[in-house]
């Protein structure tokens, strides 16, 4: 018998920023974590990054007073952020797809996610290693790590 994915049980999550201005619900499957080691990722989060994916139409902002969005160094690249508090919370690809990131970090506690690989190592700082023994990719991990 195959277990059900987290994905597939697709359970209400819930998330927001540290000051509490902007909270959100995630309502469909999402993807598991990845954690991101580009240097635009650790410049926002002040380390490395771990993201979700879902669709875009599953995130549901219940508040959204302070969400402010800024655009990165990269073409048709958005991060949702707090101007309140700073909290990073979204990462958005805008070039015609239909999926957004968010921050693992702005997640509530009981999420069931798991971290499934590493990508843009070839970025990472040097300051850490990286000590498991997850699947690495040097750029983005093109899909190989979309349906994990």
Not at 4 to 10: G, I, L, N, W
Not at 21 to 47: A, D, F, L, V
Not at 58 to 81: A, C, E, I, M, Y
Request: hydrophobic share 30%; glycine share 10%; aromatic share 8%.
């Amino acid at each position: 018998m195959i277990m059900p994915s987290v994905q597939d049980k697709a359970p209400i999550l819930f998330g927001g920023c540290l000051c509490g201005r902007i909270s959100y619900q995630i309502t469909g499957p999402r993807r598991n974590i990845i954690s991101c080691h580009c240097q635009n990722c650790r410049k926002t989060h002040g380390h490395v990054a771990a993201y979700t994916a879902i669709d875009k139409q599953d995130l549901v902002l219940t508040r959204q007073q302070s969400l402010k969005w800024f655009h990165d160094k990269s073409p048709n690249t958005w991060r949702g952020f707090c101007s309140e508090c700073g909290s990073s919370l979204f990462w958005d690809a805008r070039s015609g797809n239909n999926r957004i990131s968010v921050a693992a970090g702005s997640l509530d506690a009981s999420h069931g996610l798991r971290t499934i690989g590493h990508v843009y190592i070839s970025e990472a700082g040097d300051y850490y290693e990286i000590s498991d023994a997850l699947p690495r990719f040097e750029k983005s991990s093109e899909g190989e790590l979309e349906g994990m």
